[in-house]
């Protein structure tokens, strides 16, 4: 019982690692999206630096798949309360950081995109401030990755 339990707890913190991950990329991407309409109103010439900024945010749905093949592993027949623990918490992390990080960099990428729809040059800029809520993402990436070397 104690095994399905376990098993239960670790894919329950899979499911909240993707899930949360894929669920932010969204919101930070529909956010870039929505700026994006509005700025190609003004300035549909620059359409090329709005997909790459409205592209950003999308990055933290890849970190919660990646932070799956780290953890997979473990989620067998075989598994520890103590690895499901890990592996739920390190879902619960990443999965939160990545939907707060997606969310206010697309609100970064957002206003740049209004503002290169305004006629500012701030491309470079924009990227250099959106990459600021992404370190924090690549930061649960490694906390996962210590995690699931420490099981």
């Known amino acids: 019982m104690e095994t399905t339990?376990?098993?239960v707890l670790a894919y329950v913190g899979v499911a909240i690692m993707v899930g949360l991950s894929g669920v932010a990329s969204s919101i930070g991407t529909a956010i870039?999206?929505?700026a994006s309409v509005g700025a190609m109103k003004k300035n549909s010439g620059a359409f090329g630096s709005y997909m790459i900024?409205?592209?950003l945010p999308g990055s933290q749905g890849l970190?919660?798949?990646v932070g799956f093949f780290m953890v997979k592993g473990f989620l067998t027949a075989d598994i520890t309360m103590l690895q499901a623990?890990?592996?739920f918490g390190a879902g619960l992390l990443m999965g939160?950081?990545?939907l707060l990080s997606s969310f206010y960099q697309g609100k970064v990428c957002a206003n740049g995109i209004a503002a290169i729809g305004n006629g500012h040059d701030v491309m470079g800029k924009t990227l250099i401030l959106a990459a600021f809520p992404?370190?924090?993402a690549i930061l649960s990436v490694a906390a996962t990755f210590l995690i699931s070397n420490a099981i």
Do not use: D, P, R
């Open 32 to 34: 870039c999206g929505m």
């Open 134 to 136: 992404e370190l924090y």
């Open 63 to 65: 970190y919660g798949f």
């Open 96 to 98: 939160l950081v990545c």
């Open 5 to 7: 339990t376990a098993l």
């Open 53 to 55: 900024l409205s592209a």
């Open 85 to 87: 623990a890990a592996i």
